[in-house]
Nanobody
Framework: QVQLVESGGGLVQAGGSLRLSCAASRRTFTTYNMGWFRQAPGKEREFVATITWSGDSTYYADSVKGRFTISRDNAKNTVVYLQLNSLKPEDTAVYYC????????????????????WGQGTQVTVSS
């Protein structure tokens, strides 16, 4: 069974940094577009960032642009990273990794419904 496993979450003070990782259980994820989403308490899950299968294209939500960076290493069972810098209390949420085969195209990667596979999430808490 395909699995995505997130790690790297934790408690950090405002202005601090974290690096989230998402490891895929199968090598076939090297041909998958990957994304990060987050869900804060009482809110709907929202898009954070996405990266195409080759790593050539990335896209960010306006709320994280300039502070977060998505990257991937297809040599390591498709580990996808999300570097979180200049964290704010409003970044507090459960962060989820998601994947979709690249043959589906890249036009809807900002939408939750575009993804086929999801991890269990990792908690990020930013204190003020």
């Amino acid at each position: 069974q395909v699995q995505l496993v997130e790690s790297g979450g934790g408690l950090v003070q405002a202005g601090g940094s974290l690096r989230l990782s998402c490891a895929a259980s199968r090598r076939t994820f090297t041909t998958y577009n990957m994304g990060w989403f987050r869900q804060a308490p009482g809110k709907e899950r929202e898009f954070v960032a996405t990266i195409t299968w080759s790593g050539d294209s990335t896209y960010y939500a306006d709320s994280v642009k300039g502070r977060f960076t998505i990257s991937r290493d297809n040599a390591k069972n498709t580990v996808v990273y999300l570097q979180l810098n200049s964290l704010k209390p409003e970044d507090t949420a459960v962060y989820y990794c998601a994947a979709v085969p690249s043959y589906r195209g890249s036009g809807r990667l900002g939408y939750e419904g575009a993804y086929d596979y999801w991890g269990q999430g990792t908690q990020v808490t930013v204190s003020s």
